[in-house]
């Protein structure tokens, strides 16, 4: 069965960090694109975050550049997001996904992780 789990969310004060785990069954996460989505209550969701599978290319949307990090380990099958710098704007429901191509259709999705500000 292919499924993405996302892990690693929780309350965080301004200016604290969290790591977002994205945990693949059923397919090697190497083969695909990878994103990070995010929804905030009342907004669209945004990609944020993608590591290509093909050269380790990421992209990373205005909005977090520069504070967070997306990164693969192949022999955990798992794909992180390290979030640095947290705002209360970075609130929101975060999302992984698996596809042919970063900024386009995806395949596979997880579940969502909830990161709230705590202040």
């Known amino acids: 069965q292919v499924q993405l789990v996302e892990s690693g969310g929780g309350l965080v004060q301004p200016g604290g960090s969290l790591r977002l785990s994205c945990a693949a069954s059923?397919?090697?996460?190497?083969?695909?694109?990878i994103g990070w989505f995010r929804q905030a209550p009342g907004k669209e969701r945004e990609e944020i975050s993608c590591?290509?599978?093909?050269?380790?290319?990421?992209y990373y949307a205005d909005s977090v550049k520069g504070r967070f990090t997306i990164s693969r380990d192949s022999a955990k099958n798992t794909v992180y997001l390290q979030m640095n710098s947290l705002k209360p704007e970075d609130t929101a429901v975060y999302y992984c996904?698996?596809?042919?191509?970063?900024?386009?259709?995806?395949?596979?999705w997880g579940q969502g992780t909830q990161v709230t500000d705590s202040s």
């Open positions: 996904a698996g596809g042919s191509s970063c900024l386009d259709e995806y395949d596979y």
């Open positions: 059923g397919f090697t996460l190497d083969y695909y694109d």
């Open positions: 590591v290509s599978s093909s050269d380790g290319s990421t």
